[in-house]
């Protein structure tokens, strides 16, 4: 009923919630995780700007990306909400850094999996999985010997926060009842099994289902989950239940297909 649905509601002044893949751990380091927590709002702008030139329809328009808030950061970079060409979306900005003793193939792999990812999330599109929209992959410091490369991606925006969080916050629980909101409940396990069913139709394995991997975005009728953060999925031939010699994922979430 109308008062289920309230109790699901969340502030939409949550924090985005995203999940750092083995990729971005991988090649971010250290000494740039620390120049990126000094960025200010209007310096990432800049060079996001730079990233999407090319969006531009006309001088006087302006670029169609536009930050408005920084929603949090990891090891990997920053997550910020923005417009883009009309949208309310979330960019995650992440910098691969070349490590010491790299020739720059170590370097190269990387990007390439997290790009394999990327191209993933944009070819699926489901109303209970998180849109990826766009994408941006270029060169830092042209020129030097060693570089970073930056990697801009731009996704639906999330605003109720992770499943992980409705959880810890007992948001699915009536207090005064002493019991779950059955209702919200359903409607989330039902949001779940409907992106996961899109995903399998498509040979797709998750490998690491879990709720800080499942988004909320907030509808006229509640909460909305979407499955989100696809660094460890399989695509499954055909004619294989079972993929051997690969074991990977989070303990108790592992997908039995691995």
Known sequence: GAGANSACSRDTSATYT?????GDRDGKSSSHSAALQVVSLEAALQELKAGFDADRSS????PRLELTQELGQGSYGKVYAATWRGLRVAVKRMVFSQLPGDDGSAAARRRAAVLQEVALN????HPNIVATY?????QLGQ???VSDWQLLIIQELCEGGSLLDVLVDCRLWDAARGLPLVHCVANILLDIAKGMAYIHGQNIVHSDLKPD???????SEGLVAKVADFGLSIRMPHD??????VSHGTPLYMAPEV
């Open 59 to 62: 001088a006087q328009q302006g």
């Open 143 to 145: 020129g030097q010997a």
């Open 18 to 22: 995203t999940k750092t893949s083995e």
């Open 134 to 138: 766009s994408h941006d992959m270029r």
């Open 122 to 125: 944009e070819s699926l599109s």
């Open 213 to 219: 991997n499942v988004l909320l975005a907030t509808g």
């Open 240 to 245: 294989k239940t079972h993929v051997s010699g």
